[in-house]
Nanobody, 126 residues
Framework: QVQLVESGGGLVQTGGSLRLSCAAS??????MGWFRQAPGKEREFVAA????????YYADSVKGRFTISRDNAKKTMYLQMNSLKPEDTAVYLC?????????????????????WGQGTQVTVSS
């Protein structure tokens, strides 16, 4: 059974940094991604990473500020978030694609992912 558990969220001031973690169990060579959902807004893509970490995608809104990575030995994916802005405030969720190890244009889409964590809250104060 696949389980994804996020951690590392919290309250930070504008310009600060946080590192999110997603611990995965029951997974093999899956592409994974981070999404976020702010109150009253739709869930949106943040970043994705191939099974071996060799390829990454980012949303334009976070490119240059966020870095996605993974450590398959620890079965953990990370999202390093720097230069945080109030508009980054959201629940951040990790997801895994059981059907694909590499990335494709659909890796930016919610429907591509089969497993989801419960999310971790990130709040950026102005």
């Amino acid at each position: 059974q696949v389980q994804l558990v996020e951690s590392g969220g919290g309250l930070v001031q504008t310009g600060g940094s946080l590192r999110l973690s997603c611990a995965a169990s029951g997974l093999s060579s899956y592409a994974m991604g981070w999404f976020r959902q702010a109150p009253g807004k739709e869930r949106e893509f943040v970043a994705a990473i191939s099974w071996n970490g060799g390829y990454t995608y980012y949303a334009d809104s976070v490119k240059g500020r966020f870095t996605i990575s993974r450590d398959n030995a620890k079965k953990t994916m990370y999202l390093q978030m720097n230069s945080l802005k109030p508009e980054d405030t959201a629940v951040y969720l990790c997801a895994a694609d059981r059907d694909r190890g590499g990335l494709s244009p659909s890796s930016r889409e919610i429907y591509e992912y089969d497993y989801w964590g419960q999310g971790t809250q990130v709040t950026v104060s102005s």
